[in-house]
């Protein structure tokens, strides 16, 4: 079954410190993956997606992940964070298939990351 | 351009009422998904479509039903409410080969 994880339910970092969020995922084919983050109350805001070639993806913000296939990886990452970088992040993941995505797209349990001054 | 939209914002059911939540996107994209936000559970996928007359089960498909009768309309039914799918509800949407957009959520109370 096509699984996306999340392993940590919070991540803390200081201001100007880089930040990592990571995310693991099972697929059964080529995976299509993606960084949303959610604002309280909002709804999710697209960061960045993975389809395929290089696998250091460059994202809104100043976000990044790198795709990591032997490790079944894509974690987000950030040279240095700021407080308004403060919110939940979801990693996300489907299988492309064709040129295009199953549609079945699973996301992992979110990661709240809390950046302080 | 809306973008997606979700219909209502708020609701408060009784156990056994029924209603359908309505998802509107105006960007043409051929999928369409249904997903609920619980704490700590992140979002899971109730059902999704891949085109206009289509509908697959997700993750958590039990107690709802969905129709896709004109490709811009998502619709999720709930046939008779339980406290457990008191929730936020989200509708996305996207075309296959590019990210998702969300609409700003249902909250759904059941009592």
């Known amino acids: 079954a096509q699984s996306v994880a999340q392993p940590e339910d919070q991540v803390n970092v200081a201001e100007g410190n880089p930040l990592t969020v990571k995310c693991t995922y099972s697929?059964?084919?080529?995976?299509?993956l993606f960084w949303y983050v959610q604002y309280p109350n909002r709804g999710l805001q697209f960061l960045l997606k993975y389809i395929t070639g290089d696998n250091l993806v460059k994202g809104s913000y100043g976000f990044e992940a790198e795709f990591n296939k032997s490790q079944t990886s894509f974690h987000l990452k950030k040279p240095s964070a700021l407080v308004s970088d403060s919110a939940l992040y979801f990693c996300?993941?489907?299988?492309?298939?064709?040129?295009?995505?199953?549609?079945?797209?699973?996301f992992g349990k979110g990661t709240k990351l809390s950046v302080k001054p | 351009n809306a973008g997606v939209t979700q219909t209502p914002k708020f609701r408060v059911l009784k156990t056994g009422q029924s209603m359908t939540l309505l998802c509107a996107q105006d960007m043409n994209h051929e999928y369409m998904y249904w997903y609920r936000q619980d704490p700590g559970m992140g979002l899971r996928l109730i059902h999704y479509?891949?085109?206009?007359?289509?509908?697959a089960k997700g993750e958590v498909p039990d107690g709802y039903n969905v129709s896709r009768l004109k490709k811009q309309n998502f619709l999720l039914g709930l046939e008779s409410a339980a406290p457990s799918q008191t929730s936020v509800y989200f509708c996305a949407s996207d075309d296959s080969r590019t990210e998702a957009f969300f609409g700003q959520g249902t909250r759904l109370t059941v009592v």
């Open positions: 479509s891949v085109g206009e007359g289509t509908t």
């Open positions: 996300a993941g489907d299988t492309m298939n064709y040129g295009g995505s199953q549609g079945n797209l699973i």
């Open positions: 697929v059964s084919g080529n995976p299509y």
